[in-house]
């Protein structure tokens, strides 16, 4: 069961009574195809997923409420009210798709293009954008960019950082624990294409191939790392054969295509949980927007590629699915975005109003108690605030 | 109680540890079957299992990295950089993740590890196996650095870093490996992180010093007593966080200081007590501090004894704020 944005629980196990998943999916693919359960129009290819329609809609509107989320996000930084987002279109179904395959006692870590994982386990919007504020009730307690989010309930969803690959072999080691403890979880963790190149990439392949560490490894390949073509980040025909070298299988999915991943991602968290070690999951997929906030993508993209992917847009296609289900209307997907836009509305009015941390914040979690020189710092600044009031904060744009 | 040198003391720690609580794990590059370069790790595989002392494949990144993932999720790793000069791979994970978590997460997440490393010359080990890099992570607030100067400190601080809810810089003095020798008590107990302690008392001039300094230190107390100048010798044992209120009654005490790291001078430990003495005690000062360090180059093979700080010339020092 997850928690839904809206509050209510909805049914989307992974551990699905639906038999093996040979029998639901066919054989496990190879790292030379592009696993697609869902054709552009909708058709399903693969064997029937049987998801309840309660677990097809959750995903659905998780999807949308990603969209959404990030459409506010982009009004709220044009308009100067938060200072920086991340875009997520056209990377929704990899998100979705992969979170759909875990359990809540799995564990997620994340880069800072994942947060549907976290709204699909439950976490909720008004969560997500007290960090987007960098308010006091943020996880992070402002400390940290927007987007950098944290949280430990309904599901980990570890603490993300800006520097990349990091999380690769962190992954790795919690999933130790876990192997070691004897308990039935799994860790996935989440990067980039370029993350690729990373020290993290190569020892958290390596040491989870020796380990057989419970860890899934999933790499969005949306096409840049900021303005890089994968061309210029690898001279490998694929990311996924990357796995072959490290002794662990390595699939290519379709990442536009939220039953393909759920199928890649619940094969590779199967074998974690068997025993069978890690897999590496190469997702292709395309980002359809802006590195961030402060890039622009018209600089270095090709119009004609935004175009041939505007056609493959995962949420597009997984409507066509659910049309062909008779689970989606023109009018029930507007009235879904409607819902969701309306939900973030709230959450923007909430985190807006809440107020920033206080002074205190600043020394506070830096150790688990402060040690003497912090209290004396901030004394020191509490006192300056007290004499000379408070520093005046700047524009809050990031400059990049 | 058992005579142990400090080599032997940190497998004590470590089997203590181990003993006591099932999460400590203890991994690195040939800490297994083989016992670790320095034999610092001895039986620990044999007694714990291949599960809880292994080795890991060669790399700083990949140990510490996984290191961060295991202490998330409630594991106690206590991972080993065969030599200090080599854990530069995993600047990242220690300075931006590690140190970082606690902070970036509100206290959701939290890393609570030990990183194991010996540094250091006196060994003829060259540029690559001498050098003392406890600056670079005193300044990365979130990490606490600690050093021990004694068998029993070593064993103390360990099991009291082991215990310690944040991250933790374990700097072992690899010259005094096996030239030290004390007695060490047997069983648990810890040594309070972030504590001075006094080498060898003294009124006229105080001495500040860590790891393997402080013997080089303690020596030329003596001479210097020959000379009728009664030195303060304190060994600082923790870095970071360092006690301050500690350092500056030492300080005052005498109200002449000099500070001694084998490290470069420019931005060295040594600079900081300098600060710290010049920005709150600067009217019982009698002198200028002085400092002897290494010398701001790389650290050389054939002459490191002329590199590393001996006694010769740290009673240089200690004769010139003496004099002043």
């Known amino acids: 069961m997850a928690r839904r944005y809206d509050g209510r629980t909805v049914d989307c196990r992974s551990e699905a009574p639906f038999g093996p998943l040979e029998e639901l999916y066919g054989p496990p693919m190879t790292a030379q195809e592009l696993l697609t359960v869902t054709a552009p129009d909708g058709t399903l290819q693969g064997a029937d997923p049987k998801l309840s329609s309660d677990e097809l809609l959750h995903c659905y509107r998780t999807m949308l409420m990603v969209r959404a989320f990030d459409d506010v996000c982009l009004k709220l930084q044009r308009s100067g009210r938060i200072g920086f987002s991340i875009p997520n279109k056209g990377v929704e179904a990899c998100q979705v798709g992969a979170a759909s395959a875990l359990r809540a006692s799995d564990w997620i870590f994340p880069s800072y293009r994942d947060f549907g994982m976290a709204l699909y386990h439950g976490v909720t919007p008004t969560e997500m954008m007290h960090n987007m504020f960098g308010n006091d009730l943020d996880t992070a307690r402002g400390r940290q960019m927007p987007v950098h989010f944290s949280f430990d309930a309904p599901i980990h969803f570890v603490s993300i950082s800006s520097p990349l690959g990091t999380q690769i072999p962190q992954a790795v080691g919690a999933a130790y624990a876990m192997k070691l403890r004897g308990e039935p979880h799994v860790a996935l963790t989440s990067f980039g294409d370029g993350s690729t190149s990373t020290l993290g990439f190569h020892s958290g392949l390596n040491f989870a191939g020796v380990w057989k560490a419970p860890v899934v490894f999933l790499c969005q390949n949306n096409g840049y790392a900021i303005s890089c073509p994968t061309s210029e980040q690898t001279a490998s025909e694929s990311f996924a054969i990357k796995a072959k070298a490290y002794g662990i299988p390595g699939v290519r999915v379709d990442g536009n295509d939220l039953l393909a991943m759920r199928k890649a991602t619940l094969e590779a968290v199967e074998r974690a949980r068997r025993g069978d070690g890690p897999t590496l999951i190469e997702a292709v997929t395309f980002r359809m927007g802006g590195h961030s906030t402060s890039d622009d993508p018209t600089r270095y993209v090709p119009k004609e590629l935004v175009e041939a992917w505007a056609k493959k847009d995962p949420l597009a296609r997984f409507e066509r699915f659910l049309e062909k289900r008779k689970l989606w209307t023109k009018e029930l997907g507007e009235r879904l975005y409607a819902e969701a836009l309306e939900h973030i509305g709230q959450a923007v009015k909430v985190a807006e109003a809440t107020p920033a941390p206080k002074l205190e914040s600043i020394f506070s979690d830096v150790y688990a108690d402060v040690p003497a020189h912090l209290r004396r710092q901030g004394q020191a600044a509490f006192d300056l605030a007290a004499r000379k009031g408070d520093a005046g904060a700047g524009d809050g744009k990031f400059p990049l | ?324």
């Open chain 2, 1 to 324: 109680m058992p005579t142990l040198t400090m080599v032997q003391a940190v497998n004590d720690a470590l089997k203590t540890a181990m003993r006591r609580d099932k999460s400590v794990l203890v991994f690195g590059e040939d800490v297994g079957p083989k016992g670790g370069v320095f034999l610092a790790t001895e039986g620990l595989t044999k007694e714990f299992g291949r599960e809880r002392c292994f080795d890991t494949p060669l790399s700083e990144d990949g140990i510490i990295g996984t290191a961060v993932g295991m202490a998330l999720n409630g594991l106690k790793p206590v991972a080993e950089i065969q030599f200090q000069d080599f854990i530069f791979p995993a600047f990242d994970q220690i300075v931006s993740e590690a140190a970082k978590f606690r902070y970036r997460s509100g206290g959701q997440y939290s890393t609570p590890l030990v990183i194991r490393t010996p540094y250091g010359g006196g060994i003829r080990g060259g540029l690559y196996h001498s050098q003392s890099g406890e600056a670079y992570f005193c300044h990365t607030p979130g990490l606490k650095v600690v050093i021990p100067s004694t068998p029993e400190d070593a064993k103390g601080l360990l099991l009291a870093s082991i215990e310690d809810p944040d991250p933790v810089i374990f700097m072992e003095p690899k010259a005094l490996y096996r030239t030290t020798k004390c007695e060490v008590p047997e069983g648990y107990y810890t040594t309070p992180l972030s504590t001075l302690r006094t080498a060898r008392p003294g009124q006229d001039v105080t001495v500040f010093c860590y790891g393997a300094m402080v013997p080089v230190c303690v020596r030329a107390a003596e001479q210097a007593a020959e000379k009728g100048i009664d030195c303060l010798v304190v060994d600082l044992r923790t870095l970071l966080p360092l006690d301050e209120e500690g350092v500056l009654e030492a300080a005052k005490q005498t109200g002449r200081v000099v500070v001694v790291h084998e490290a470069p001078r420019f931005c060295g430990y040594g600079g900081e007590i300098s600060a710290l003495i010049a920005e709150n005690i600067i009217e019982y000062m009698e002198a200028p501090v002085a400092r002897v360090t290494g010398f701001d180059t790389p650290f050389p093979n054939t002459l490191e004894h002329h590199y590393m700080p001996d006694a010769r010339r740290v009673l240089d020092a200690i004769e010139h704020v003496h004099g002043f």
